[in-house]
């Protein structure tokens, strides 16, 4: 990718998309990768998502937008290809050149937390257990950096972690994005629904062997989902002077795409699969 300009500053230990620049805009970020990764749009596995600042908290955002902006606080690529017929889809988060310096620690923790979520993959566990395990790393990432001022029971149980992380941990990956059966008891077609405070879940199945899962946790800054709070009676355990701050970022999001192999799971995402379990 090149873009004229200054690069996106790197977050700690994460460094931006080589050769995105600050003068880059979204619609040049998009044609920067349908170039590196040689696609047309028609074939790639799904409309990327290229969310510069606040863009970035809107979960399918998808316009791409034609100006660069100013400041720069922040960039998301949720994006895909397709190989032999199955699709991958792949999401990173960088802190650019204006962040808030809040927010590469949020992009590490959630980095951090994401890694932990697949190092629990294996045949026989339940995908609904691992979610609710994420809204507890999210609670303890948010209390942690002082962004609430409970615990992370109290921030799972309040409903809070919700209204960060709206969606699912992660769904079926396969000749579609978002494979079928992934609401199904087993080949019955039964269905198995999601929990009732979790309709977003898309996942509901205890994993076996052969199924190829992502994982995908986020913290998004969204104004109408955190509204109800300013008021309530969670209020005093918000601190809302970092959440304001952080509210032209948009949000984060880390996705990487794994397969659960008969001895735990193999990441196909940073490398060949010589990283099995």
Not at 21 to 35: F, K, N, P, T, V
Request: net charge negative; hydrophobic share 40%.
């Amino acid at each position: 990718m090149s873009a004229p300009g200054q690069p996106i500053r790197p977050g700690r230990s994460h460094r931006g998309p080589r050769g995105v620049r600050a003068g880059a805009s979204e619609l040049d970020i998009q044609l920067a990768y349908l170039a590196a990764t040689r696609q047309r749009e028609s074939e790639l596995a799904y409309q990327n998502i290229v969310g510069i600042n606040a863009h970035a908290g809107t979960l399918h955002y998808q316009h791409y937008a034609t100006e660069a902006p100013d400041p720069l606080r922040s960039l998301l690529v949720d994006a895909g290809h397709r190989h032999a017929g199955y699709c991958a889809d792949i999401t990173r988060t960088w802190a650019a050149l204006d962040a808030d310096p809040l927010f590469a620690p949020l992009i590490d923790g959630v980095t951090a937390f994401q890694q932990r979520l697949i190092a629990e993959l294996a045949p026989g566990v339940d995908f609904v257990d691992l979610h609710q395990r994420m809204h507890h790393y999210l609670g303890a990432l948010l209390a942690d950096t002082g962004v609430l001022r409970m615990s992370a029971e109290a921030a799972v149980a309040s409903g809070l972690t919700r209204a960060f992380c709206p969606h699912g941990l992660g769904h079926s990956l396969g000749v579609q994005v978002h494979d079928v059966g992934g609401r199904q008891r087993d080949a019955s077609g039964a269905p198995l629904p999601p929990p009732t405070e979790d309709p977003a879940l898309r996942l509901t199945r205890t994993l076996a062997p052969g199924m190829v899962v992502t994982i995908e946790p986020g913290l998004y800054i969204i104004p109408f989902l955190l509204a109800p709070f300013r008021e309530g009676a969670e209020r005093q355990a918000v601190d809302w002077d970092r959440v304001d701050r952080l509210i032209d970022h948009g949000g984060i999001r880390i996705e990487d795409n794994v397969l659960i192999t008969a001895e735990g799971h193999a990441n196909l995402t940073p490398a060949p699969a010589n990283n099995a379990r």
